[in-house]
């Protein structure tokens, strides 16, 4: 006949249960920061892109088209400012669809 888990067997379980949600949460605030930075450095480099492009993208319209559309996926305007390209909104948004795009359960608030 088998034994029954004893209270301390429990205890262990759930002490186990709360280091890996624990953990979970640690490695999905590393991966939300991490796709922040990479969001920043593809906006920066988009920039760069705009900026040396900016006469094709003026001059050729199927290009101008394709260019707009990409800025718009990712939540950036190419047409705002002074600068080649600004989000539209807060990082976070686009962050937060990519983030979801992954399957992440839940996201950091701030």
Not at 49 to 57: L, Q, R, T, V, Y
Not at 61 to 76: D, L, N, T, Y
Not at 92 to 108: C, N, Q, S
């Amino acid at each position: 006949m088998r034994r029954r888990a004893g209270v301390g067997a429990i205890q262990r379980q759930k002490i186990q249960q709360d280091k890996f949600k624990e953990k979970g949460s640690e490695i999905q605030e590393n991966q939300l920061e991490q796709m922040t930075l990479q969001m920043e450095k593809f906006r920066e480099h988009l920039e760069d892109f705009a900026a040396k492009h900016k006469n094709e993208i003026k001059k050729n319209p199927q290009f101008r088209k394709q260019f707009q559309e990409m800025c718009a996926s990712i939540g950036v305007d190419p047409l705002a400012s002074g600068k080649a390209c600004r989000y539209t909104a807060a990082r976070r948004p686009v962050v937060e669809r990519i983030a979801a795009g992954y399957g992440f359960v839940r996201l950091i608030t701030a």
